[in-house]
């Protein structure tokens, strides 16, 4: 039941965004600023959230290199 609920409000979302995305051209310039804002807050903790998955997993899956020896 959750899971259903959790989909449709995953579709919900999309098409809320499709919407905004339809009716941009004509938004005033705030509005457009602030869409703005909000995608490249979203694009930016995706790509933090892909960085740091990356690095814990080359972390986990490499053995660590050692020091030179003297």
């Known amino acids: 039941m959750a899971a259903t609920t959790f989909v449709q409000e995953i579709c919900s979302v999309g098409e809320r965004l499709l919407l905004k995305l339809q009716k941009l051209p004509q938004a005033e ?10 995608i490249l807050f979203t694009a930016t903790v995706m790509l933090l ?3 740091a998955c990356s690095c814990c997993c080359t972390h986990c899956c490499c053995p660590e290199q050692r020091g030179r020896k003297a």
């Not at 310039?29 to 909000?38: G, K, M, R």
């Open 29 to 38: 310039p705030v509005e457009i600023v602030a869409f703005s804002v909000i």
């Open 49 to 51: 959230l892909l960085v």
